[in-house]
């Protein structure tokens, strides 16, 4: 299986190209952020909005922003999460690193497989009102399926508490048409709703604006798709919680680099450590979020 992997540019984004066979992975330096994932003919499997704008210091709209050291509004994140920024001005939503520039590490193939790490030297101490030495990591491997896996390693002296998401954007036929599998009888916390906390009945279908985090999943999720005929399986690691997300009409007016009317092309399942499920990092200790993604006729 041939391999090849190269540095490319797409606007103001210093990008990485896996291609494996027919398969291709794109990848931007800037939040180390999977951009898109397909294989051969078939449509991606990870969706990049066809208004994404490829600019320095803002997250593209697509692919798999890293939210960390904090999942969404910092506000509504556990005491010892909301502790450890200790920022003057607010703090920004999904956490600092999603518009920074990381650093390549290394990029090689074992095999069949290509791989990229990268790391993020600003969390040793540098990031704007997080004043704790982390040191963190993206590796990326593709061989059949696409694997991402971010692990963090507290290098102070003091525990350091975190909440954090693999925030992967899926492209899909018809947002009426797909299910999520593997939810039922989970709790979650339906966001729209007032926080309420709530238990999911059978798989999830969406049928309006749907923003959600589930608690105490199993590390397999599937999201099953009749008009493209396939399941999108995503097998996870160090991971019980996922945010599922989808805008629908009104929010996409509202959201940057987004179409109108791309809410029905697109679904979010955001493998993620977040509410009762964040991680707490003792000194020296490191923990490892990973979300292995493949995809299956049926
Ligand atoms: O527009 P952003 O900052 O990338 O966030 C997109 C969405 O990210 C999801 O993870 C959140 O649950 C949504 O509430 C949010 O709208």
Same mark, same amino acid.
């Given at each position: 299986?041939?391999?090849?992997?190269?540095?490319?540019?797409? $606007?103001?984004? @210093?990008?990485?190209?896996?291609?494996?066979?027919?398969?291709?992975l794109?990848?931007?330096?800037? %939040?180390?952020?999977?951009?898109?994932?397909?294989?051969?003919?078939?449509?991606?499997?990870?969706?990049?909005?066809?208004? @994404?704008?490829?600019?320095? %210091?803002?997250?593209?709209?697509?692919?798999?922003?890293?939210?960390?050291?904090?999942?969404?509004?910092?506000?509504?994140? +556990?005491?010892?999460?909301?502790?450890?920024?200790?920022?003057?001005?607010?703090?920004?939503?999904?956490?600092?690193?999603?518009?920074? $520039?990381?650093?390549?590490a290394?990029?090689?193939?074992?095999?069949? #497989?290509?791989?990229?790490?990268?790391?993020?030297?600003?969390?040793?101490?540098?990031?704007?009102?997080? +004043?704790?030495?982390?040191?963190?990591?993206?590796?990326?491997?593709?061989?059949?399926?696409?694997?991402?896996?971010?692990?963090?390693?507290?290098?102070?002296?003091? +525990?350091? @508490?975190?909440?954090?998401?693999?925030?992967?954007?899926?492209?899909?036929g018809?947002?009426?048409?797909?299910?999520v599998?593997?939810?039922?009888?989970?709790?979650?916390?339906? #966001?729209?709703?007032?926080?309420?906390?709530?238990?999911?009945?059978?798989?999830?279908?969406? #049928?309006?604006?749907?923003?959600?985090?589930?608690?105490?999943?199993?590390?397999?999720?599937?999201?099953?798709?009749?008009?493209?005929n396939?399941?999108?399986?995503?097998?996870?690691? %160090?991971?019980?919680?996922?945010?599922?997300?989808? +805008?629908?009409?009104?929010?996409?007016?509202?959201?940057?680099?987004?179409?109108? $009317?791309?809410?029905?092309?697109?679904?979010?399942?955001?493998?993620?450590? #977040?509410?009762d499920?964040?991680v707490?990092?003792?000194?020296?200790?490191?923990?490892?979020?990973?979300?292995?993604? %493949?995809?299956?006729?049926?």
């Amino acid at each position: 299986m041939p391999i090849d992997i190269q540095r490319i540019e797409i $606007d103001q984004l @210093a990008c990485w190209r896996i291609r494996r066979g027919d398969n291709e992975l794109l990848v931007a330096e800037q %939040g180390a952020q999977v951009l898109s994932y397909r294989q051969g003919d078939a449509p991606p499997i990870i969706w990049l909005s066809e208004e @994404a704008a490829f600019q320095q %210091g803002q997250s593209v709209r697509g692919g798999v922003p890293i939210c960390w050291p904090w999942f969404g509004d910092l506000k509504r994140n +556990p005491e010892n999460v909301q502790a450890a920024y200790r920022g003057e001005t607010e703090a920004p939503f999904h956490g600092l690193v999603r518009g920074l $520039d990381w650093q390549l590490a290394q990029q090689r193939c074992e095999g069949d #497989t290509g791989i990229l790490e990268f790391s993020c030297p600003q969390a040793l101490g540098a990031l704007p009102g997080w +004043p704790h030495r982390v040191e963190l990591k993206l590796q990326i491997r593709l061989d059949e399926r696409l694997h991402i896996s971010l692990t963090s390693r507290n290098l102070g002296d003091q +525990p350091v @508490a975190i909440s954090q998401a693999l925030h992967s954007y899926f492209a899909i036929g018809d947002i009426h048409q797909v299910s999520v599998e593997g939810l039922d009888g989970c709790r979650y916390i339906d #966001t729209l709703e007032n926080w309420q906390q709530r238990q999911q009945q059978g798989d999830l279908r969406f #049928t309006g604006e749907t923003d959600r985090i589930y608690l105490d999943l199993p590390p397999t999720l599937h999201l099953r798709d009749p008009q493209l005929n396939r399941r999108i399986t995503l097998q996870t690691r %160090g991971s019980r919680s996922a945010i599922l997300w989808n +805008p629908w009409i009104d929010k996409a007016q509202r959201l940057s680099q987004f179409a109108d $009317d791309a809410w029905q092309r697109m679904a979010c399942i955001e493998t993620a450590n #977040t509410m009762d499920d964040r991680v707490l990092l003792n000194a020296g200790a490191s923990h490892t979020l990973a979300v292995s993604i %493949g995809s299956e006729s049926i």
